[in-house]
């Protein structure tokens, strides 16, 4: 009888961002931490976090992705001001820095990869998602841009690398301030970072959950 290779439990890979910015501390750091050694939905959870500087971010992403060799891929990051967990949609190949990253590089209007397509759509089931998280109650939305920081370059470079990869779903989820960071940034929304941490489980569960395709249920923006 031919022998076939042991089912190994299958492996997500969580990234999230060191501090960047002037903040003392990341959500997205602090739940690819939490996370890490965790299992989900019976998936091993490997987190790790990246510099926020152009390049090294991708090439730590690389590294993770060949050490991991995940089912699954949620990157994380900080989107200080949005008020919702954000689903983000599409990358777009370009790095145009409003600030120096925390190496001081700040790239205007360079592609990701050259010659690389214009965007590539997230693979996660974003509207399953969001439905999923508001269903637990966790304030949640498809978002149409994940800007053109560090954060998108991590999020093009991960779709870019997983393109020919039919079997692993990724995508990137914008989180907004922790409650501790927003309380030092006046009228800034903040969420527990307790509560962030379900809707990164919830969100792992539910990509697990759904085969293929995505829920029908609109998560436009008119403008
Ligand atoms: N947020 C930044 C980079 C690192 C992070 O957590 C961004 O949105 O690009």
Do not use: W
């Amino acid at each position: 009888m031919a022998t076939r290779r042991t089912q190994r439990a299958g492996t997500v890979l969580v990234t999230g961002f060191e501090p960047f910015g002037g903040e003392a501390t990341n959500p997205s750091q602090e739940l690819a931490q939490r996370l890490d050694g965790r299992v989900v939905a019976g998936h091993r959870v490997v987190g790790r976090v990246l510099p926020c500087r152009f390049g090294a971010a991708r090439e730590a992403l690389h590294a993770a992705l060949a050490d991991a060799a995940p089912q699954l891929v949620v990157a994380l990051g900080q989107a200080g001001g949005r008020a919702e967990i954000s689903l983000e949609r599409v990358a777009i190949n370009v790095d145009d820095a409003r600030i120096p990253d925390n190496y001081g590089a700040q790239p205007i209007d360079l592609p990701i990869v050259a010659d690389g397509p214009a965007a590539y759509f997230a693979t996660l089931p974003i509207k399953a998602i969001v439905h999923a998280l508001r269903a637990d109650s966790i304030p949640a939305a498809v978002s149409q841009t994940a800007g053109t920081f560090v954060c998108n370059h991590v999020f093009y470079a991960l779709l870019h690398a997983l393109s020919r990869r039919d079997d692993v779903r990724a995508g990137f989820v914008h989180v907004p301030y922790s409650d501790e960071q927003a309380a030092r940034h006046p009228g800034a929304p903040g969420l527990p970072l307790d509560l962030m941490e379900r809707a990164v489980v919830r969100t792992i569960e539910t990509a697990l959950s759904v085969a293929r395709g995505d829920r029908q249920e609109t998560g436009g923006a008119v403008s």
